[in-house]
C-alpha cells in the first residue's frame, strides 16, 4: 500500500546521526517525517550495544565518541530537543595525557586565556618535550594562523608536518594521535586540509572551542532515544526493521514523485533525503541515472550541483574499542590518556557513564592489531594500560568491538570527491558525513549533513518548486 504525502512531508532514508538530526531539523520547522530504518534501533554506528561477556548485562557504546566545544552544530541540536549539557555532558579545558613504553609522559593543558593565546601558551609549557621541540610546534601553529588554516593545495598530514619541521617524537606523541583521533586515517596519507579545517575551529576562535566533552550516558540516551522522542512528539515516524529495497521517480501531471519501497510499505513523497553509509547509498542510487527524470534545468548547471549518482566509491578505515572491565576500584589517571608508540591510542574511563572499572581502549585506522585474536588484543593493550595505571589489577571481562567500515578514508583531495547534498533530480538530497561537510566523519560532521539537507528542502518548499 502506499503512504501518499504533501510537500511538508518528507521520508528518510536511514536512522544514524545525520538522518536523525535531518529529521529533527524538518520536525522542527511543522514537517511530517516518516524515518526509516533498517536496523532494530537507530543511531547507526553511534549506539548502544550488549556487553555480552559481563554478567549483568551491562549496555556499552558500539564505538567511543567525544565532542568537541567547537561542535556547535551538535550542540546547538542537542539543546533543541532539550538534551542539557550539565547533564549530559562533562566538559573540560584541552588536557592530553600521553604515555609510552620509553616512561615518557608528554602532556599538555590549556589555561583560562583567550584563543588562540591559551594554545601558544600550553604549547610553550608543554611537559616531556625540550625548547626546540616545543618552539616548533608555537611556529607551525602561528604560520598556520598566518595562511588561516588554507592550503594552495591539499597534501598528506605527514608531508604538512614534515614541510614545518616537526620533530619525529612531536609527530608521535602529538600531531598523530590528534590525526587519527580526529580523521580515522593514518597520517601518511591523511588530507591535511580537513585536518587544518578541524584544528581552525577548534583553536583559532574561542578557547572553550578546545574543550573536550565527555559523555555522561550511552550514546542512545545521549541522543538517539531524544531524538526519537522529539520526531514523534512533532508527528513523524520512525519506523525501525524497514528495509528500503529500493526506490523509484515518476512524474505525474508534471510534479516529480518518488515512490520508496520497503520491506513492509511503500510510500510516495516529493522530498527524499538518503542518509545511509555511502556504498549503502551507492547502492540505492545505482539505477537512478538510466531513468529518464533527470532535471534538465538543474543538470544544465552541473558545474555548480554534484550528479545524484556522483562516485561514491570511497575507501574505509576500521576502528577497534577494546572493553575491559576491570575492579570497580580502577580508574584511568584522567577522564582520557593518550598513548603513542603502542598498540593503543586513547583509553577512556567508562565510570562518568555509571560504569565503574570499565575503560573503553580505542585504535583507529588500520595496523596488525585487526588480525589479532580478541584474547591477545585484550591482553595486549591491558598491558599498555601500565603504563599510566599502577599495580593494574587482571582483567573480569573483555569485549572487542571491531567496525571495518568505521569511517571513509579521509584522503589527500577528498574534497573534490565529495558530493553536495542537493542532487541533479528535484527533491531527491543525501546526508551523511561523507557529503561536502568540510570535516572528516564525525559526530559533528553528520549533524551537520543532516541539518543542511533539512534546510534544502525548507529553501526548496519556500519557492514551490516541484514541476519539472
Same mark, same amino acid.
Given at each position: 500500500?502506499?503512504?501518499?504525502?504533501?510537500?511538508?512531508?518528507?521520508?528518510?532514508?536511514?536512522?544514524?546521526?545525520?538522518?536523525?538530526?535531518?529529521?529533527?531539523?524538518?520536525?522542527?520547522?511543522?514537517?511530517?517525517?516518516?524515518?526509516?530504518?533498517?536496523?532494530?534501533?537507530?543511531?547507526?554506528?553511534?549506539?548502544?550495544?550488549?556487553?555480552?561477556?559481563?554478567?549483568?548485562?551491562?549496555?556499552?557504546?558500539?564505538?567511543?565518541?567525544?565532542?568537541?566545544?567547537?561542535?556547535?552544530?551538535?550542540?546547538?541540536?542537542?539543546?533543541?530537543?532539550?538534551?542539557?549539557?550539565?547533564?549530559?555532558?562533562?566538559?573540560?579545558?584541552?588536557?592530553?595525557?600521553?604515555?609510552?613504553?620509553?616512561?615518557?609522559?608528554?602532556?599538555?593543558?590549556?589555561?583560562?586565556?583567550?584563543?588562540?593565546?591559551?594554545?601558544?601558551?600550553?604549547?610553550?609549557?608543554?611537559?616531556?618535550?625540550?625548547?626546540?621541540?616545543?618552539?616548533?610546534?608555537?611556529?607551525?601553529?602561528?604560520?598556520?594562523?598566518?595562511?588561516?588554516?588554507?592550503?594552495?593545495?591539499?597534501?598528506?598530514?605527514?608531508?604538512?608536518?614534515?614541510?614545518?619541521?616537526?620533530?619525529?617524537?612531536?609527530?608521535?606523541?602529538?600531531?598523530?594521535?590528534?590525526?587519527?583521533?580526529?580523521?580515522?586515517?593514518?597520517?601518511?596519507?591523511?588530507?591535511?586540509?580537513?585536518?587544518?579545517?578541524?584544528?581552525?575551529?577548534?583553536?583559532?576562535?574561542?578557547?572553550?572551542?578546545?574543550?573536550?566533552?565527555?559523555?555522561?550516558?550511552?550514546?542512545?540516551?545521549?541522543? +538517539?532515544?531524544?531524538?526519537?522522542?522529539?520526531?514523534?512528539?512533532?508527528?513523524?515516524?520512525?519506523?525501525?526493521?524497514?528495509?528500503?529495497?529500493?526506490?523509484?521517480?515518476?512524474?505525474?501531471?508534471?510534479?516529480?514523485?518518488?515512490?520508496?519501497?520497503?520491506?513492509?510499505?511503500?510510500?510516495?513523497?516529493?522530498?527524499?533525503?538518503?542518509?545511509?553509509?555511502?556504498?549503502?547509498?551507492?547502492?540505492?542510487?545505482?539505477?537512478?541515472?538510466?531513468?529518464?527524470?533527470?532535471?534538465?534545468?538543474?543538470?544544465?548547471?552541473?558545474?555548480?550541483?554534484?550528479?545524484?549518482?556522483?562516485?561514491?566509491?570511497?575507501?574505509?578505515?576500521?576502528?577497534?574499542?577494546?572493553?575491559?572491565?576491570?575492579?570497580?576500584?580502577?580508574?584511568?589517571?584522567?577522564?582520557?590518556?593518550?598513548?603513542?608508540?603502542?598498540?593503543?591510542?586513547?583509553?577512556?574511563?567508562?565510570?562518568?557513564?555509571?560504569?565503574?572499572?570499565?575503560?573503553?581502549?580505542?585504535?583507529?585506522?588500520?595496523?596488525?592489531?585487526?588480525?589479532?585474536?580478541?584474547?591477545?588484543?585484550?591482553?595486549?593493550?591491558?598491558?599498555?594500560?601500565?603504563? +599510566?595505571?599502577?599495580?593494574?589489577?587482571?582483567?573480569?571481562?573483555?569485549?572487542?568491538?571491531?567496525?571495518?567500515?568505521?569511517?571513509?578514508? +579521509?584522503?589527500?583531495?577528498?574534497?573534490?570527491?565529495?558530493?553536495?547534498?542537493?542532487?541533479?533530480?528535484?527533491?531527491?538530497?543525501?546526508?551523511?558525513?561523507?557529503?561536502?561537510?568540510?570535516?572528516?566523519?564525525?559526530?559533528?560532521?553528520?549533524?551537520?549533513?543532516?541539518?543542511?539537507?533539512?534546510?534544502?528542502?525548507?529553501?526548496?518548499?519556500?519557492?514551490?518548486?516541484?514541476?519539472?
Amino acid at each position: 500500500m502506499y503512504k501518499k504525502m504533501s510537500d511538508k512531508e518528507a521520508v528518510i532514508i536511514g536512522a544514524g546521526w545525520s538522518g536523525l538530526a535531518c529529521a529533527v531539523t524538518l520536525a522542527h520547522h511543522g514537517y511530517k517525517v516518516y524515518l526509516l530504518e533498517s536496523a532494530r534501533q537507530v543511531g547507526g554506528r553511534a549506539r548502544k550495544v550488549n556487553f555480552k561477556r559481563f554478567l549483568a548485562n551491562q549496555t556499552i557504546d558500539n564505538g567511543q565518541h567525544i565532542m568537541l566545544g567547537a561542535y556547535h552544530a551538535t550542540i546547538s541540536l542537542f539543546k533543541l530537543i532539550g538534551i542539557k549539557e550539565n547533564e549530559f555532558l562533562e566538559r573540560h579545558p584541552l588536557e592530553l595525557n600521553m604515555y609510552s613504553p620509553e616512561n615518557s609522559l608528554i602532556k599538555l593543558k590549556a589555561p583560562s586565556l583567550p584563543a588562540p593565546l591559551h594554545l601558544l601558551l600550553a604549547f610553550s609549557k608543554m611537559k616531556g618535550l625540550n625548547f626546540t621541540a616545543r618552539f616548533k610546534i608555537i611556529k607551525m601553529a602561528l604560520n598556520l594562523a598566518i595562511i588561516r588554516y588554507q592550503l594552495k593545495q591539499d597534501m598528506s598530514v605527514g608531508e604538512l608536518l614534515k614541510n614545518y619541521s616537526q620533530p619525529q617524537e612531536v609527530i608521535a606523541a602529538l600531531w598523530e594521535p590528534l590525526c587519527l583521533a580526529t580523521m580515522n586515517t593514518p597520517i601518511k596519507y591523511a588530507s591535511a586540509q580537513v585536518f587544518l579545517n578541524v584544528l581552525k575551529d577548534s583553536f583559532s576562535k574561542k578557547n572553550t572551542d578546545s574543550d573536550l566533552l565527555f559523555f555522561r550516558h550511552n550514546l542512545s540516551n545521549i541522543f +538517539c532515544l531524544p531524538a526519537t522522542e522529539f520526531i514523534t512528539r512533532h508527528g513523524g515516524q520512525v519506523l525501525c526493521e524497514e528495509k528500503v529495497l529500493g526506490f523509484e521517480c515518476s512524474s505525474q501531471n508534471k510534479v516529480l514523485e518518488f515512490i520508496v519501497k520497503t520491506s513492509k510499505h511503500q510510500f510516495k513523497c516529493h522530498n527524499l533525503v538518503i542518509a545511509t553509509p555511502a556504498h549503502i547509498t551507492d547502492r540505492l542510487l545505482q539505477n537512478i541515472n538510466n531513468q529518464p527524470l533527470i532535471n534538465k534545468r538543474l543538470a544544465n548547471k552541473q558545474k555548480l550541483l554534484k550528479p545524484a549518482h556522483a562516485s561514491l566509491h570511497y575507501k574505509y578505515e576500521p576502528i577497534c574499542t577494546i572493553y575491559l572491565q576491570y575492579p570497580t576500584s580502577t580508574q584511568l589517571p584522567g577522564r582520557m590518556v593518550g598513548l603513542f608508540n603502542t598498540t593503543a591510542q586513547w583509553a577512556i574511563d567508562r565510570s562518568l557513564t555509571n560504569q565503574p572499572g570499565l575503560i573503553a581502549v580505542i585504535i583507529s585506522g588500520p595496523g596488525k592489531h585487526t588480525q589479532m585474536p580478541d584474547k591477545l588484543l585484550a591482553n595486549t593493550v591491558h598491558q599498555e594500560l601500565c603504563l +599510566c595505571i599502577s599495580d593494574l589489577p587482571e582483567v573480569l571481562h573483555y569485549q572487542v568491538i571491531t567496525e571495518k567500515k568505521a569511517t571513509f578514508s +579521509c584522503v589527500v583531495n577528498i574534497e573534490y570527491k565529495r558530493p553536495y547534498n542537493d542532487t541533479n533530480i528535484q527533491g531527491l538530497f543525501l546526508a551523511g558525513d561523507y557529503t561536502n561537510t568540510h570535516y572528516p566523519a564525525t559526530l559533528e560532521g553528520a549533524i551537520r549533513s543532516g541539518q543542511t539537507a533539512a534546510e534544502k528542502i525548507i529553501a526548496r518548499n519556500s519557492f514551490s518548486h516541484f514541476t519539472l
